[in-house]
């Protein structure tokens, strides 16, 4: 499938990726080539297949619902880019 | 010397951790330089550690199975001692603030941590040419690569840099730089081993497994990590046998399945002669060969290369400046400073496979990919139930090539995938596989022999390696150009 730098623009987006020009143009060959490499997998008839997205049988590992003790504020902020009263520091969220 | 050899030299007080240790990194000043299997290293820590140990069993008491032996660990597991940098700028500078499970594990046995190895940045690669701190060299070519995504593990094991290592595997990144290596890599049956404190790829395949000079201390590490883990709710509740007993026993009457789809186009033909080799000495013990199918072989690179990227583009969603790792400068608004970030912070390869999981994951195409993928998943599962039904385990080659020099794929992202061929579908079923030396090319370069096995069979598999092991000598055979 071929892509186009649009498509790999918008992908970009979705992903909080912000591509330079020369990127996107590389990309959208680069992955084009893979997609068109996953056209094969239309060689097979999977109608009545169900999906497999996972190999193991768990499934709901639940715990018991009783508190316990959580990784200590400090610890939590000890890799913080940027730290204020006890909390991440961020530029604005809200426009 | 082996890890289990090493332990039981230091139990018997026959020599020192702390010796051990000292000429450990005398020889890590050396290698190091060429190899650069680490990249990160402490010998402060690991002396004082050893000293612990040696003090402990001075004293009568047992500091544990793995008690002064020098282990490395890949550096995407956590390590509250040690950066945990996935071989990424973006998280360069993390300090994790808890040990992964098997890190507990390795540290609860005494095991001495000697550092963090090499990788291609968040396991994405099958060369550690991906990694943005620059590649590990092949300890028996230093022009030719050593394999990944585990590729420092591998080396600094086959460079006698540590006597142990822990890798992952999602896609082969423990079996194939085994083989690239010409040492021992073990990837344990999805659920086998706790991925609490792995850094996440793709959480269906991941799976954390040894890397040894031989099967022997394959089975020792996985026994000393295998067991359940309340803090993965995909790590099962079963008993962990004992693998290092287990592997001695006599070798059982086998049925070995070799399948056609993986002695075809594209593989080395040195490869493919000791690999027949290999499978040849246990006709000679005894075992039966079947000619099998696994007739979706040829569909499982494609169903990997969407289904990776898909579970990677979520798990990496969390990599955005805002609670650690690299932040962008000057952010003016939040949705910048996550995408410049990521923009800056990520190398070409991850930010191919996050475009490529994104797009396969997004509105329009989800059903054609992402979909289509896991009912193919589905499809080269059961070809695994059925080749189990009538043998006991699946021999074939690990790499379809040797070791290939620096440089060689990384033009093309496809040529790089195609390396994984073998390895693949081991981790798309969630079985186990290993990879054991079987010889050397003309050129002096390790061939791999891979074995595969049901679901939770580690034990008969270690039996069947260890037996091959035990009538060959491949680890004494040579030693890398490197030492």
């Given at each position: 499938m071929a892509l186009t730098k649009k498509d790999v623009e918008w992908v970009a987006h979705l992903s909080r990726l912000e591509l330079p020009d020369a990127t996107l143009e590389k990309m959208a060959e680069q992955l084009g080539e893979v997609l068109d490499y996953f056209?094969?997998?239309?060689?097979?008839?999977?109608?009545?297949v169900s999906a497999m997205?996972?190999?193991?049988?768990?499934?709901?590992?639940f715990r018991e619902d009783e508190p316990r003790d959580s990784l200590p504020r400090d610890a939590a902020l000890g890799n913080a880019p940027d730290r204020a009263d006890g909390c991440f520091r961020v530029p604005r969220v809200i426009e | 010397m082996t890890g289990l050899e090493l332990a039981e030299k230091i139990r018997a007080r026959e020599v020192s951790s702390r010796e051990t240790v000292e000429d450990l990194f005398e020889r890590i000043e050396r290698t190091q330089p060429k190899v650069?299997?680490?990249?990160s290293l402490d010998r402060d820590a690991a002396l004082e550690r050893a000293e612990d140990v040696d003090a402990a069993l001075a004293r009568?008491?047992?500091?544990?199975?793995?008690?002064g032996v020098p282990v490395a660990v890949k550096d995407n597991m956590c390590t509250?001692?040690?950066?945990?940098?996935?071989?990424s700028r973006i998280l360069e500078n993390f300090r994790p603030p808890y040990d992964a499970h098997v890190v507990e594990c390795l540290r609860r046995e005494g095991a001495v941590l000697v550092g963090k190895t090499n990788l291609d940045e968040f396991a994405m690669?099958?060369?550690?040419?991906?990694?943005a701190f620059g590649p590990t060299l092949n300890p028996w070519a230093a022009d030719r690569i050593p394999g990944g995504s585990s590729g420092g593990s591998a080396a600094a094991v086959a460079a006698d840099m540590a006597h142990l290592s822990l890798g992952s595997d999602t896609g082969g990144s423990i079996r194939q730089p085994a083989a690239l290596c010409g040492v021992v890599g073990l990837k344990p049956t999805y659920?086998?081993?706790?991925?609490?404190?792995?850094?996440?790829?793709a959480s269906s395949l991941d799976q954390i497994g040894p890397l040894a000079k031989d099967v022997r201390d394959a089975a020792f590490l996985l026994e000393a990590m295998a067991g359940h883990d309340p803090?993965?709710?995909?790590?099962?509740?079963r008993p962990v046998e004992p693998y290092l007993e287990e592997a001695e026993k006599p070798l059982e009457a086998l049925r070995i399945g070799v399948p056609k789809?993986?002695?075809?186009?594209?593989?080395d033909p040195e490869v493919e002669k000791h690999v027949r080799e290999a499978i040849r000495v246990y006709e000679k013990l005894g075992a039966t060969i079947l000619d099998i199918s696994?007739?979706?072989?040829?569909?499982g690179i494609a169903a990997y290369y969407i289904v990776a990227p898909c579970e990677a583009s979520s798990n990496l969603a969390?990599?955005?400046?805002?609670?650690?790792g690299f932040r962008c400068d000057n952010a003016t608004d939040i949705v910048s400073m996550f995408s410049r970030t990521r923009a800056e912070g990520f190398g070409a390869e991850v930010q191919r496979r996050i475009l490529l999981g994104t797009f396969s994951l997004s509105s329009g195409y989800y059903d054609a990919y992402y979909l289509k993928a896991m009912k193919v998943r589905r499809l080269i599962k059961r070809d695994f139930d059925e080749a189990f039904e009538k043998t006991d385990c699946i021999m074939c080659?690990?790499?379809?090539?040797?070791a290939f020099k620096l440089g060689?794929?990384?033009?093309?992202p496809l040529t790089m995938y195609l390396s994984d061929v073998y390895t693949i579908s081991t981790n798309l079923a969630g079985i186990p596989g290993i990879s054991i030396p079987c010889g050397f090319t003309d050129a002096g370069l390790p061939v791999g022999l891979q074995i595969l096995a049901n679901a939770f069979q580690e034990a008969r598999l270690l039996r069947i390696a260890r037996a091959y092991e035990r009538e060959t000598n491949w680890r004494r055979a040579r030693r890398p150009a490197i030492l």
């Open positions: 056209d094969k997998l239309n060689e097979l008839d999977t109608g009545d997205s996972h190999p193991g049988a768990l499934k709901n590992v | 650069h299997a680490y990249l009568g008491d047992s500091p544990g199975r793995l008690a509250v001692d040690f950066p945990t940098t996935c071989a690669g099958s060369s550690t040419e991906n990694s659920g086998r081993v706790s991925r609490y404190g792995l850094v996440a790829f803090r993965d709710s995909t790590c099962e509740n789809e993986f002695f075809g186009d594209g593989l696994l007739p979706h072989s040829d569909y969390r990599y955005d400046g805002a609670h650690y080659p690990t790499s379809p090539v040797p060689e794929r990384t033009a093309n």
